[in-house]
């Protein structure tokens, strides 16, 4: 069992960076290819991007290519959201997931989850 727990969300003003930070605990951390998804209000949670289990290999939605950047630290058991140029359509909760396989990109594939860190941005 693996437990996630997300941190570094907030209130910001478009064009401005956030770093997310999700530490896991409870299993292997290094096993599991880590994901990023996003809810808004009303709207379904959606993909955002994702790392392989090395961290040598990403992907990112077609939405956030080129603003956002995912890294991890398999030593600390932390993965990284880093956020720059941020827009008012990236408000939502932000979570992460662990899914034991590489490459997948919607929620059910993914195993565990964090409770969310909601991120706003201002116009």
């Known amino acids: 069992q693996v437990q996630l727990v997300e941190s570094g969300g907030g209130l910001v003003q478009a064009g401005a960076s956030l770093r997310l930070s999700c530490a896991a605990s409870g299993g292997t951390f290094s096993r599991y290819s880590m994901g990023w998804f996003r809810q808004a209000p009303g709207k379904e949670r959606e993909f955002v991007g994702l790392?392989?289990?090395?961290?040598?290999?990403?992907y990112y939605a077609n939405s956030v290519k080129g603003r956002f950047t995912i890294s991890r630290d398999n030593a600390k058991n932390t993965v990284y959201l880093q956020m720059n140029s941020l827009k008012p359509e990236d408000t939502a909760v932000y979570y992460c997931?662990?899914?034991?396989?590489?490459?997948?990109?919607?929620?059910?594939?993914?195993?565990?989850w964090g409770q969310g860190t909601q991120v706003t941005v201002s116009s």
């Open positions: 997931a662990a899914a034991r396989n590489f490459g997948l990109t919607t929620p059910p594939a993914y195993e565990f």
């Open positions: 790392i392989s289990m090395s961290g040598g290999n990403t």
